[in-house]
């Protein structure tokens, strides 16, 4: 899902945080 692949790459974002 298009959402879905949003949340990871804010997901991802928060983990190089």
Do not use: F, G
């Not at 949340?7 to 190089?16: L, P, Y």
């Amino acid at each position: 899902s298009m959402t879905e692949a949003l949340e990871t790459q804010v997901k991802s974002k928060v983990n190089i945080k």
